[in-house]
């Protein structure tokens, strides 16, 4: 039932690294182009109604940018994709292939087009939290708007929350899930098999010791530690050089210490008003240029011990030197954030060549075994999809396994909602219908699993 759809009548939307709008594979037949709306956030001067930042263009000026010399294009609508990670993921969800005669062409090739160029984070605040946030609310609000259905396709993530939905971040997304005809679908990350996660179970009268390294020429560092609110720990941190750090109890506010050359800030977080997980912060911050490198060990210490389970994240190993890692990692609860959100489809990686998963992919379950996440798997490795100039490219990561299953949804709505076989097929339905028709990696026993969730995405297959 499923050939011949093509995304027709549904919004593909995507908050990324940007988009290069000349691509061939973003424009119609007669050269106009497929996207309806492109946001940069990075381009002060023109926000959209109710936003504060960057520039918004419509088709008809991006029409207009294409209809002249392309240096002349580009000075009309400045928007570029430097990194080419948005317009990779563009391609593959929805590119229609015109620049390879229809060989490469992505899932949901006759869809529109909406387009959130991410900004840079604002001073103080978390990775790009806030600019993600506006930018799915952006494309909701524009789908309302339009009164069509959207495919949301957000191939971005970092470690900084508990990993079980409750962070604000995915708070916000999970609410915003439920307006409109949407389905939000997250990469799990690519931090499968990185060492930048530690977990265990504190027991009443039993110290446990985190061993880990920090490489030489780290210019910071920080470290999350996640317990249940009720779990009282002291914590007892021994540098590189064999000092001990006075014995840190939960205050109020930071609390700073010199180790060698570095200052250690720590902070015991409160509950917040979605969690009731307690987060135990930890700065690295270089007195001279760089943190004191070697074996750190930080001890946690039961005081009154309720659940017991902890976990540890230092930020994705992408950010980090090769050799800062802790000694006892643990690869399950990998997933970032916010791919634990709660009713969006996390999308892991498999290879499709080997029919096998992908080592990098981000694994489940959430913290807490909560939820199955991810919900499943899509190929991630050695994708050709269009590259920045108007080319192809080959890809691998979370992040390109994503938009096959966005274009998915966004084919799944057309038959459901724009051919009328199903006017309520969106959000929450797509996420079971791609579990159940999920396909079964023949090398893993076992589904749902924490590696490749409910299994592969058949419908790309079956399209």
Known sequence: ELNGLTGEGILVGIVDSGVDYFHPDFRNEDGSSRILRLWDQSVNGNPPESYVTGTEYTKEEIDKAL????????????????????????????????????????????????????????????????????????????????????AINISFGNNYGSHQGDSLLETYISNVGNVGRSVICVGSGNNGNDRIHTAGQLRQGQTETIEMSIGTYETTLNLQLWKAYADEIEISIETPSGERLPTLSEKI??????????????????????????????????????????VWKIRLIPQKIVEGNYHLWMPSAALLNPLTHF???????????????????????????????????????????????PDIVAPGVDIVTTAVGGSYTGVTGTSFATPFVTGSAAIMMQYGIVQGNDPFLYGEKIRAYLQRGAQRLTALVGYPNEIVGYGEDVIIRLH
């Open 253 to 294: 506010g930071t609390q700073r210490y010199r180790a060698g050359e570095t200052n250690l800030l720590i902070y015991y977080g409160k509950p917040g008003p979605f969690q009731v997980t307690q987060e135990i912060y930890f700065d690295f911050i270089p007195k001279g240029s760089y943190v004191d490198d070697g």
């Open 67 to 150: 209809a002249l010399e392309e240096t002349e294009g580009r000075r009309l609508v400045p928007s570029r994709d430097f990194s080419g990670h948005g317009t990779a993921v563009l391609g593959i969800a929805a590119g229609n292939g015109r620049a390879s005669g229809g060989v490469n062409r992505g899932v949901a090739y006759e869809s529109e087009l909406l387009v959130v160029k991410m900004g840079n984070a604002r001073e103080n605040s978390f990775p790009r939290t806030t600019e993600l946030m506006e930018g799915i609310d952006y494309l909701v609000r524009q789908a309302v708007q339009m009164g069509k259905p959207i």
């Open 327 to 373: 000694f006892s990692p643990t690869v399950d609860t990998t997933l970032t954030i916010p791919s634990t959100a709660r009713n969006v489809v996390a999308v892991g990686a498999y290879n499709a060549r080997l029919m096998t998963y992908a080592p990098f992919s981000g694994r489940g379950y959430t913290r807490g075994n909560t939820q199955v996440k």
